[in-house]
């Protein structure tokens, strides 16, 4: 079975800064994805970055990066340029690739609580 | 607003009632899932649906747990004789079907959740 884990509970930086999320996960897959979504407070939660496994090119989405390691199975997420509407609950997750009929859910972590100070 | 939409957002039972959530999903997505989320952890895996079909359970669900999608477009989650151990956000996500040979971009679009509170 996939596991994913986030080693860091909360993070705390001043607005403007850049953090880095972490993020591994293990699995026996050669082909995944791998997404960081983000939980606002008492708001839905909303995909910030995609990434294909068999895609070398690290992904990014404007502020958003990532660097994606598959030897190391480890997949963290960077935020240029912090904004307070950045403070939310931050997930990794993984999903196995598709099958005919297959859930194709999404496993995710633990999460890491980001808040952006002013 | 065309997102995934749950209802109720916030329910408070006793111990021992019945609970029912319903979750109208993106009107294209055919892939439906639910999620629980307990407080300060990530989701986990409650079941799935491909249009009405039920195609996988997690060990989560237990018998006093049931979900239906009778037309392939809402859903409904049921929890009876709850226990406090039921307390959690439970969610809902769909996903579209994409594709022949691009079966969607994996994206899930999530609910606001329904907040389940047993005293």
């Known amino acids: 079975a996939q596991t994913v884990t986030q080693s860091q509970p909360e993070m705390s930086v001043q607005e403007a800064e850049t953090v880095t999320l972490s993020c591994t996960y293990d699995?026996?897959?050669?082909?995944?994805?791998l997404f960081w979504y983000k939980q606002p407070p008492s708001r839905q939660m909303i995909l910030v970055i995609r990434q294909e496994a068999y895609k070398q090119q690290n992904a990014t989405e404007n502020r958003f990066s990532v660097n994606f390691q598959k030897a190391a199975k480890s997949f963290s997420l960077k935020i240029s340029d912090s904004q307070l509407g950045d403070t939310a609950m931050y997930f990794c997750a993984f999903m196995k690739p598709f099958i005919i009929q297959g859930a194709q859910k999404l496993v995710f972590g633990q999460g890491t609580r980001l808040t952006i100070n002013p | 607003d065309t997102g995934v939409s749950q209802n109720p957002r916030h329910k408070i039972t006793k111990r021992g009632q019945n609970v029912t959530f319903r979750c109208d999903p993106i009107?294209?997505?055919?892939?439906l899932y639910w999620y629980r989320q307990t407080l300060g952890q990530g989701p986990e895996f409650l079941t799935y649906f491909q249009n009405e079909a039920q195609l996988e359970k997690s060990r989560l669900l237990s018998d006093r747990f049931s979900a239906e999608r009778p037309k392939g477009s809402f859903s409904t989650l049921e929890i009876q004789r709850t226990e406090q151990g039921d307390s959690a956000m439970y969610l809902c996500?769909?996903?579209?079907?994409?594709?022949?040979?691009?079966?969607?971009?994996?994206?899930?679009?999530f609910g606001e959740g329904s907040r389940l509170t047993v005293l």
């Open positions: 996500a769909s996903r579209d079907p994409g594709v022949a040979g691009a079966p969607g971009t994996g994206e899930l679009f």
């Open positions: 699995t026996s897959e050669n082909n995944y994805y």
């Open positions: 009107s294209e997505h055919n892939r």
